[in-house]
């Protein structure tokens, strides 16, 4: 295990997980709500993301970061890659 910043509030943590244990509930959280859009709306609003932002009510910053976890990098394949 390596010692790792917090990209949701920049503290520095030790765990399996990508984010700290304050924010592992609203990480997810957003996890929950991202999922949920794409079972309801398809993946064609992920190329837009600050308009999913806004939908979704996940800040921008944290949607590009969670199109990069394992969960959705299969599903989701962003046209500016
Ligand atoms: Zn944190």
């Known amino acids: 295990m390596e010692f790792k910043k917090c990209p949701r509030c920049g503290n520095f943590f030790h765990s399996d997980m990508?984010?700290?244990?304050?924010?592992?509930?609203?990480?997810?959280?957003d996890m929950r709500k991202l999922k949920d859009y794409i079972e309801t709306n398809g993946t064609k609003g992920c190329s837009n993301i600050?308009?999913?932002?806004?939908?979704?009510?996940?800040?921008?910053?944290?949607?590009?970061?969670l199109f990069e976890n394992d969960e959705f990098s299969g599903i989701v394949k962003l046209d500016n890659k």
């Open 50 to 65: 600050q308009q999913m932002a806004v939908d979704t009510g996940i800040n921008a910053k944290n949607l590009n970061r």
């Open 18 to 29: 990508d984010v700290c244990q304050n924010c592992k509930t609203n990480e997810l959280l």
